[in-house]
């Protein structure tokens, strides 16, 4: 039967800060906010060696043992008699050097490449030193996750859980990054989700649990119109609850929305996790003599001429560009300053020549400079002569 007609909106009582509902124990409360979807730390099971630790994972430092009794330094390393291969290049490799890098640029002029004399050509390398070093960081975190009850709990009552180092945990190959999270055993225990109370289901945060809503074409009324015109508002005829009301979409008119933390089951397992993480940590510092952009030696390659791998790489010594061995002994230290809280399980060091240039022509009784850089004989050249045609047109 339609509700009786009424010219203005009828009084209806709407409780904003809490709801009764059958089967709930937990009421929505928009002033003091959520449930908290965890157990409160102070709750949690005091587990030896883990007292501290929190929801955040925080980083766990490897005991001095580990450090002091398991690392072996590669002896240092005299290079005073390293091969370094001939850096020459003849004026007709830079000739063609240069014209293939003036046939790139489609404004550029061919005359002066393909004329102008060189004064002085100056070979040289410039030195890349990189040093990589293979770390292991160990995190620990609580951790609580949906529990069904189909899986056995692994809870203290099983033994002393293992501290977070003395669990072996390999990683499939060194100077590759990694991630691996595992249970601690003995850590586990089962809590009652706070969010729903164990119940499985929360209030509907739109309808606040009652399963509808005001239906905003009547503004509740139940009707649409006035007068004689009114007729029965077609957009909340067929609600549940009745006229003036919208069944609620989100939870489909039941006041209940499944509970997210445990997923409905209205219990957590609750345990530490270890979270291991390899990565490689790289440090690359370039020696040259030439104003070439440091930049433009990322996009050519050059010669290895020493490599060297071990637990710990000790600082070189005698290279004959004594900036490399100042280098070496600087990027070494700042690695073992900045991984102090991580295990470092392999390094490795390395010395990349890369053969560079320098060119002085006259062009119109004027001296000017280009380089040369790389295997590749890349061309940086940036008073080139002729670098806008006649076809050009500057807006």
């Given at each position: 039967?339609?509700?009786?007609?009424?010219?203005?909106?009828?009084?209806?009582?709407?409780?904003?800060r809490?709801?009764s509902?059958?089967?709930?124990q937990?009421?929505?409360?928009?002033?003091?906010g959520?449930?908290?979807?965890?157990?409160?730390?102070?709750?949690m099971?005091?587990?030896?060696?883990?007292?501290?630790?929190?929801?955040?994972?925080?980083?766990?430092?490897?005991?001095?043992?580990?450090?002091?009794?398991?690392?072996?330094?590669?002896?240092?390393?005299?290079?005073?008699?390293?091969?370094?291969?001939?850096?020459?290049?003849?004026?007709?490799?830079?000739?063609?050097?240069?014209?293939?890098?003036?046939?790139?640029?489609?404004c550029?002029?061919?005359?002066?490449?393909?004329?102008?004399?060189?004064?002085?050509?100056?070979?040289?390398?410039?030195?890349?030193?990189?040093?990589?070093?293979?770390?292991?960081?160990?995190?620990?975190?609580?951790?609580?996750?949906?529990?069904?009850?189909?899986?056995?709990?692994?809870?203290?009552?099983?033994?002393?859980?293992?501290l977070?180092w003395?669990?072996?945990?390999?990683?499939?190959?060194?100077?590759?990054?990694?991630?691996?999270?595992?249970?601690?055993?003995?850590?586990?225990?089962?809590?009652?989700?706070l969010?729903?109370?164990?119940?499985?289901?929360?209030?509907?945060?739109?309808?606040?649990?009652?399963?509808?809503?005001?239906?905003?074409?009547?503004?509740?009324?139940?009707?649409?119109?006035?007068?004689?015109?009114?007729?029965?508002?077609?957009?909340?005829?067929?609600?549940?609850?009745?006229?003036?009301?919208?069944?609620?979409?989100?939870?489909?008119?039941?006041?209940?929305?499944?509970?997210?933390?445990?997923?409905?089951?209205?219990?957590?397992?609750?345990?530490?996790?270890?979270?291991?993480?390899?990565?490689?940590?790289?440090?690359e510092?370039?020696?040259?003599?030439?104003?070439?952009?440091?930049?433009?030696?990322?996009?050519?390659?050059?010669?290895?001429?020493f490599?060297?791998?071990?637990?710990?790489?000790?600082?070189?010594?005698?290279?004959?560009?004594?900036?490399?061995?100042?280098?070496?002994a600087?990027?070494?230290e700042?690695?073992?300053?900045?991984?102090?809280?991580?295990?470092?399980?392999?390094?490795?060091?390395?010395?990349?020549?890369?053969?560079?240039?320098?060119?002085?022509?006259?062009?119109?009784?004027?001296?000017?400079?280009?380089y040369?850089?790389?295997?590749?004989?890349?061309?940086?050249?940036?008073?080139?002569?002729?670098?806008?045609?006649?076809g050009?047109?500057?807006?």
């Amino acid at each position: 039967m339609p509700p009786p007609r009424r010219s203005s909106m009828h009084s209806m009582s709407i409780s904003r800060r809490g709801s009764s509902i059958k089967g709930h124990q937990t009421e929505f409360d928009e002033d003091s906010g959520v449930a908290p979807s965890v157990p409160p730390l102070e709750i949690m099971e005091k587990i030896p060696g883990y007292e501290n630790i929190t929801y955040e994972a925080e980083t766990v430092q490897p005991p001095p043992k580990r450090i002091q009794n398991e690392v072996k330094i590669e002896p240092r390393k005299d290079l005073g008699r390293i091969s370094i291969p001939d850096a020459q290049i003849t004026e007709e490799e830079i000739r063609d050097a240069l014209n293939y890098y003036v046939s790139k640029h489609c404004c550029y002029g061919t005359s002066p490449a393909k004329t102008i004399d060189f004064t002085l050509i100056q070979p040289t390398y410039t030195f890349q030193y990189k040093l990589e070093t293979f770390t292991e960081r160990r995190e620990s975190s609580w951790v609580c996750v949906p529990y069904n009850g189909s899986s056995e709990v692994d809870g203290p009552e099983n033994g002393d859980p293992p501290l977070a180092w003395d669990i072996e945990v390999i990683p499939k190959g060194r100077f590759e990054t990694e991630v691996k999270s595992i249970q601690v055993p003995h850590t586990s225990s089962v809590k009652q989700c706070l969010r729903c109370a164990g119940s499985g289901s929360i209030l509907c945060s739109e309808c606040r649990g009652k399963g509808w809503v005001r239906c905003i074409t009547c503004n509740g009324e139940g009707y649409s119109g006035e007068g004689p015109d009114q007729e029965v508002c077609i957009h909340c005829r067929v609600s549940k609850h009745g006229y003036g009301r919208q069944d609620c979409y989100p939870c489909k008119a039941s006041g209940k929305l499944l509970c997210p933390p445990c997923e409905s089951t209205g219990l957590l397992l609750c345990y530490i996790q270890l979270t291991v993480t390899w990565k490689t940590n790289t440090s690359e510092k370039i020696v040259k003599k030439t104003c070439l952009p440091e930049k433009l030696f990322n996009m050519v390659t050059g010669k290895e001429i020493f490599s060297e791998e071990g637990q710990r790489v000790a600082p070189l010594r005698g290279f004959p560009d004594e900036s490399i061995n100042d280098v070496s002994a600087e990027l070494i230290e700042s690695h073992s300053t900045r991984f102090s809280d991580h295990n470092i399980i392999s390094q490795r060091h390395s010395i990349t020549a890369v053969p560079t240039a320098s060119v002085t022509y006259l062009w119109k009784g004027e001296e000017r400079h280009f380089y040369l850089y790389g295997l590749e004989n890349k061309i940086h050249a940036p008073n080139y002569p002729q670098t806008c045609c006649w076809g050009c047109n500057v807006l």
